[in-house]
């Protein structure tokens, strides 16, 4: 590698997909995890919490710094999707009560005084959950909107619809708000939306794989995602588990797996009937300001083996 790793901060809900994201980051040298900071999503606070640490020491990484952040939406009241998570939000396996600290300051501060201190764009945030850290952050501290390198996030969905109302995908209905402050900042942003990540099903063949792995990683892997496929073969009639999350990881370490155009992306926060919905200008027909790259397509084989790669240099 010629480049200096990316510095990244990795905000997020864990839930399974988000815990793979951590592990492949960790495992990844193209970036540099500054910190995780949590936020209320999947499940509640003190349990995403909780299980981002859990993720860490199944890494082998109690040195990674975590920060509890926002335990709800900025104006909403949190609703959460333990119906696809469990009730612990990493349902699958049982894993060991993190020893390692939470970290005294709040996320948001956290956040604030990190891209303050760094040299300007040089941070990246992984955006794996609702957005009310960096909204929150925004709304204390303008500043940092010039400061951010650039928000890499997961969410919305324009050609495949929502999945948790017909036109919202999870991450944006649930903090509609906070997304919409993010999306008007002028910070350059990289949206990863349910119209690629519902292409990157689990196979068996690639659990299985996971499944032989001489590590405690792999199989770990392989019974969350056999924990929350089931969710999906219910809903959409589908293969495998879609692996939403880790696509952020996997665009910062191998971008030209993806592909997408920059144009208008904006989220609605009014409507009842639409809420949460990213409203994607594909075609222009606005001529409303270009503010986001909007990945469309990905390359799902390169995606999996990119993955499985990573996952395999766990001891
Ligand atoms: C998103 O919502 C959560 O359930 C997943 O972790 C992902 O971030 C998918 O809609
Ligand atoms: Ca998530």
Redesign the pocket.
Known sequence: MTHSPHQIIID???????AVAILLALASPEVKVLAITTVA??VPLALTSANARKVCELAGRPDISVFAGCDRPLKRPLIT?EN??GKTGLDGIELPEPQMPLQAQHSVDFIIETLRNAPEKTITICS??PMTNTAQALLKAPDIAARVKRIVL??G?FFEGG??TPSA???MFVDPDAAKIVFAAGIPLTVIP?DV?HQVLTSKEWVDGLRRMDNQVGPAVAAWTDFFERYDMEKYGSEGA?L??PCVIGYMIKPELFSGRFINVEIEADSPLTVGAMVADWWNVTGRTANAEYLRDIDRDGFFDLLSERLATYQ
């Open positions: 997020t809900d864990p839930g399974q997909d988000d999503g999947n999707a696809v998570h794996l959950g997961m969410g969905g999945n948790i995908e999870f991450n349910l990540t879609p939403h999350d």
